[in-house]
């Protein structure tokens, strides 16, 4: 590609030494005709083909798009290109080399992803670009296991940027684009072959008939294949068919496409004459180019292959059949022997009616038109058929006063064809519950009402069961999501549940830990699961029954004291029980006193300073220091004390100042004191 950023200035400041106008690459380019230098009229690709590009006439239409690149200074276009378009069958990497006939040639190209698109989408949509190479190096270019990763955007020749890209990886049942393009307006030509890699881009059908059907004067036949095949291997006077018996020859041959593609799967016979009315074969066989007709990988129709088609006198036709109903249909498909002259169908649907167990409104009625003509009608209701049955549509004159007319100008008889509609179905379900201590199983039903012959219970998430009813044991205090998806071969439906299981007896209380003497105990009762009775126990010194009982005094003895309470929580229905023990400590006083010394040697006795029993201290704030001043302790909690250590150290015995401050809770009082204490060691 020579139209990167360095070039164009180059390009540019030339123009303007010689007093030129400079001219974008677009402003240079004309339109492309010739049949492969467009996205929709690209070369079919075969894997195992070569193909020679001996010239290729110049033109250029459009802007690219060049991931990394655009933007950059450079101008990217489809300059002088030739496309090749293909299906991947095995999904694998990608590999090819284009290798330019002359020495000083530069070839680039891009791949697209154009899978459901209309192929000129490249030319708009950026996200199509699968991989390319855009690289003014001369020589071999394309995709190959030792190629680089990323695309290499414009350069000069004399730079030498890598030609090669990383083989892509391509997805079978993908179609793909690769574009093959040339700077310059001098080129000599190339070859593409695609070779190295694993995917599979080759097309494993065979080419065969697939059907013939005479025309309504009998003078045209037309042919169907089963995949496309080349343009250039079928002769225009039509030698490669015969009829059988001989009653007349083929003189002409029109394939469907082949003026503005290379491939064609459809082919408009043209006979010597009328045929007579009866049966007959259509037989292929190597024509005056010494071949039936080839795919594009050179693969024949095998000579001698037939197919049957007969031929009659116009007569008025029936209609064949209606396609299959999906679940509440709005519409239904009526398929006719000949096509349909799509000028006879009036748009308000008035050639239909249907008839049933419900009342159904035909409001449209239209056809996929090619030509002026239809194979098939496409009936429209206004709702939905919501009720199972067979219902009846009659075919009858429109109100423009005529009724169908087929591609031979007859008219199509009054009749009447049937056709079936399911139920729609409703998966919701019931369940019932048996309820354990620690377990619960419940059991899930569904009606199977409209004829429902299909069931998936999945719950959190994990089929578990294909059967109209399913069992299941869950934890008895859980959540779980449990949905059901139903069909009867026609109709799908799908139901959801949360269901939320909370009968497991959980014993459960907040109490504090440690009270002053004075102060009664106030319990919150936190019990989970489905409770009936109750039972308090403390200690030995009384109990209560209730939910949550009432604050208990303990008896002050002058001294501290432990003391057990003890909640057992019961469901008599299930016959379930739980319970809870915890410790409380009364203390002796709640005076805040401070010992003058403590002796940390790990004895148990004395071993921590701090201040005794500041429960009702708010706001609390102690800390100890140094000779020197520095904080050896701080803590806000009145139960931590001081071992002794600063930083994990041990400290020497001797005299240390500490500090307290807090808030009496009564009164708000703030209160700071401060002292010394000794340590001994």
Known sequence: MRSNQLSSRFFIGLFALLGLAFHSNIAWSQACTTLGQTPSTAFPVCGTNTFTQNSVPLCATNSLFVPGCSGGGANYENRNPFFYRFTCFVSGTLGFVIRPLAANEDYDWQLYDITGRNPNDIFTVNSLVVTGNWSGTYGATGASAAGINGIQCGSDPAANTPTFAAMPNIIQGREYLLLVSHFTNTQSGYTLAFNGGTAVITDPMEPHLLNAKADCDGTKIRVKLNKKVSCRSLTANGTEFRIQPAAQTVIAAQPDSCNFSFDFDEVELTLSGALPNGNYQLVIQNGSDGNTLLDNCSRSIPVNEQVPFSYQSPQPIYADSIGRTACKPDSIRVYFPKRISCASIVANGSDFIVTGPTPVNVTAAGGNCIQGKTEYVVVRFAAPIYTRGTYTLSLRPGSDGSVLIDEC????????LNFTTADTVNADFSYTERLGCQRDTLRFIHNGANQVNAWSWIINGTAVSTLQQHTQIFPATSQN????????????????QQIILNNEVKANFEMPSVICPEDPLVIKNTSSGTVTSWKWQFDVLGGSILKDPPPFQWPNNGREAYYTVKLAAFNSILNCSDSLRKTLTVLDFCLIEIPTGFTPNNDGRNDRFGPYNALKA??????IFNRWGQRMFHSRNWQEK???????????GGVYVWMLTYNVPASGQSVSRKGTVTLIR
């Open 481 to 496: 999501t449990v949905s059901l998806f139903v069909t009867n071969g026609t109709c799908i439906d799908t139901s959801t």
């Open 642 to 652: 001081w071992d002794g250590r600063w930083n994990g150290r041990e400290q020497p």
């Open 409 to 416: 100008g007859q008219e199509t008889p009054d009749q009447q």
């Open 618 to 623: 708010d706001n609390y704030q102690f800390q």
